[in-house]
């Protein structure tokens, strides 16, 4: 097995022997990938990594897919794969391989229909989900990881550095965002996994996707994109554009504002302090200017084979960074029925600092449109 993926088992089972949890079970996700290597499909036969807290792991799949697992990572380095047929009780062959156990988690994303399932025919087993026991390891990246967020981030930047070929006055959001999600595969993504093109009132709504509004000069655009590399690493990254003319003066002003209060985070950011006092440094900064109200949502997110997943940037998070975190810093202003505006970057931290992986401009650029 790759030394990665070798050690990401070791250190499962290592924390599973910490928490006193005899075996762990993942189903297709990105908890699979991250341990397996294996994109497998979530369909309705049985898919799961068997993994005792000491003991070898097994790959349990279908007889039908045994082809595709025998192509993934894991196998090729060397793990077990054991298959069931189609009457076989694919549930059975999965537990035989933690006979014994007392204690046995699974991961946060398994089907209810199969949690419910297990719990009901081996009662005697204490059923938990992994949580901290793999979001632990996952939001402190290696540096493979790193280098992929890298590829992904530089991807997406690529995006961005041709938004003046899809935001044009006369189009409507829709129009541009299926472009923009074209150039997101074109650019070096395997998927385009979401799209939001917030033009004028829209971008005062952080999670608008589309819609037919069509754009008009002088608007204020968020565009917020991101997709999955082949690795399986995600990109999401935010700007603000404007199409056709200046923007309004107030937001001018206030985007001045936004960019000082998201410098102030990437500038702080670093391994020592808290999550929530990133959050807190750059909300200072907004509310200062008199725009406190209208920053309504946390700072960020961890991203990483998903793209909301741990670390999350907000208030009450006491987590301490650390080397290797990656997350968004994102900040935004929205004037509600109005316009908005936000900056988002990836980073991840270094020993002293952290590095951005979007380094497109962040100033208000104004489109020809
Ligand atoms: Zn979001
Ligand atoms: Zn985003
Ligand atoms: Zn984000």
Known sequence: ?????????????????????????????????????????PLERLTALVLPCDGDPALVVPALEVAEAQRSPAALAGME???????????????????????????????????????????????TVAGRLLTDLRMRKGPDEVASLRHAGAAIDRVHRRMGEFLKVGRTEREAAAAIADAIVAEGHETADFVIVGSGPNGASPHHGVSDRVLESGDTVVVDIGGSTQEGYCSDCTRTYAVGAEPAGEVTEYYEVLREAQRTQCDYARPGVTAASVDRVGRTVISDAGFGDYFVHRTGHGIGLETHEEPYIVEGNDLVLETGMAFSIEPGIYLPGRHGARIEDIVVTTDDGLDRLNTTTRALTVLEG
């Not at 070791?10 to 022997?17: H, M, S």
């Not at 054991?82 to 694919?90: G, L, N, P, Y």
């Open 1 to 41: 097995m790759t030394a990665d993926l070798a050690s990401r088992i070791t250190r499962v089972q290592d924390a599973l022997a910490q928490a006193g949890v005899d075996g762990l079970i993942v189903t297709p996700g990105s908890d699979l990938r991250y341990l397996t290597g294996y994109d497998a499909k």
């Open 81 to 127: 794969i054991v298959t069931h047929q189609e009457t076989d009780d694919a549930y059975a062959v999965a537990v035989a391989r933690l006979s014994d156990a007392v204690r046995v988690a699974v991961d946060d994303h398994m089907w209810a229909q199969r949690v419910v399932t297990l719990q009901t025919r081996y009662a005697d087993v204490m059923w």
